[in-house]
């Protein structure tokens, strides 16, 4: 079982920059050996990707909308996954969720995932 809690949203203009933490809780598997993404989600659109980290050796990949404005990174002995926004513009504006998934495969299909945060609004202003 895991338990996935999300920090750090809030409002900023556009240019601006946030950090979002998620902490996890994990029974059995431990952390480091789950594979972590990022997904938004912004109104009347499906969730989508934006970024992973790979348990096995840390590699990253990210959609091509935030490529060299987010990092993904992650510090295993506290448990916590982070994706630092540079440079936010207004279409980064989404509810943005961190989930957990034990596996290298699929790492971009939110539908794959296997455990959930409770999602943390991001909104930035023109």
């Known amino acids: 079982q895991v338990q996935l809690v999300e920090s750090g949203g809030g409002l900023v203009q556009a240019g601006g920059s946030l950090r979002l933490s998620c902490a996890c809780a994990?029974?059995?598997?431990?952390?480091?050996?789950?594979?972590m993404g990022w997904f938004r989600q912004a109104p009347g659109k499906d969730r989508e990707f934006v970024a992973v980290?790979?348990?096995?050796?840390?590699?990253?990949y990210y959609a091509d909308s935030v490529k060299g404005r987010f990092t993904i990174s992650r510090d295993n002995a506290k448990n916590t996954v982070y994706l630092q926004m540079n440079s936010l513009k207004p279409e980064d504006t989404a509810v943005y969720y961190c989930?957990?998934?034990?596996?290298?495969?699929?790492?971009?299909?939110?539908?794959?995932?296997?455990?959930w945060g409770q999602g943390n609004v991001v909104t930035v202003s023109s």
């Open positions: 980290i790979k348990w096995s050796d840390s590699y990253t």
């Open positions: 989930a957990a998934r034990a596996s290298l495969v699929g790492l971009q299909e939110p539908r794959l995932y296997d455990y």
């Open positions: 994990a029974s059995g598997r431990t952390f480091s050996r789950y594979s």
